[in-house]
């Protein structure tokens, strides 16, 4: 099992451009999330899903946006990427059975974004 | 606002030393703690966690952490750390107010000298 895989793993953008990054995952997992990661400071949600379909807003979510259109692949796209984007991106997953806030999330391997 | 401060940013070792990570939140109500990990190269990971009964818990490879509930702490400790201990080690919490949402602590790179 692959288990939570991250396309791509670096990218270097200039400012006003796109892309989509792809959060995978085969563990059959209801809930995903999409992370930033910065210098000095902890990891921040910017969107999350419980499920096929849904999507919501986490405590960073401005310049991004997303889509769970399939259970198993989670969508981030930054549609006129800034300087103040460039970080490190990471997915998680959760089984989202009983309480959410106990669920151990399980982690992608990062994706390191650079916007010029 | 609240939050999760992890009071070192960087902890330097040798092996077999005691290992002491400090953990500290700011909400008053029921709490779920967590310990993630992240070895050089690899995922994220989860070390332990915390969400009811016994304070003190352990986790993978000899780790283990104790909520003090009056103290709004959760320190990781390790009687004798080895060079693979050499990692990023992250404190989260969550609670049912904080919609779905894990608070993260900045994290605390440790170093192990062989």
């Known amino acids: 099992n692959a288990g939570v895989t991250q396309t791509p793993k670096f990218r270097v953008l200039k400012t006003g451009q796109s892309m989509t990054l792809l959060c995978a995952q085969d563990m059959n997992h209801e809930y995903m999330y999409w992370y930033r990661q910065d210098p000095g400071m902890g990891l921040r949600l910017i969107h999350y899903s419980v499920g096929e379909g849904t999507t919501a807003k986490g405590e960073v979510p401005d310049g991004y946006n997303v889509s769970r259109l399939k259970k198993q692949n989670f969508l981030l796209g930054l549609e006129s990427a800034a300087p103040s984007q460039t970080s490190v991106y990471f997915c998680a997953t959760a089984r989202g059975e009983g309480g959410w806030w106990a669920d151990t999330q399980y982690f992608g391997p990062g994706t390191r974004l650079t916007v010029l | 606002a609240q939050s999760v401060s992890q009071h070192n940013h960087h902890v330097i070792l040798s092996e077999a030393a005691s290992l002491e990570l400090g953990c500290n939140y700011s909400?008053?109500?029921?709490?779920?703690l967590f310990w993630y990990v992240q070895y050089p190269g690899q995922h994220l990971q989860l070390l332990l966690k915390?969400?009811?009964?016994d304070p003190l818990v352990k986790g993978i490879k000899g780790f283990e952490a104790e909520f003090i509930k009056s103290k709004f702490s959760f320190n990781l400790r390790k009687p004798s750390v080895q060079w693979s201990d050499t990692a990023e080690y992250f404190c989260?919490?969550?609670?049912?107010?904080?919609?779905?949402?894990?608070?993260w602590g900045a994290g605390t790179k440790l170093i192990i000298k062989p």
């Open positions: 915390y969400f009811s009964g």
């Open positions: 909400y008053g109500g029921t709490v779920n």
């Open positions: 989260a919490v969550s609670h049912m107010d904080s919609n779905y949402q894990l608070i």
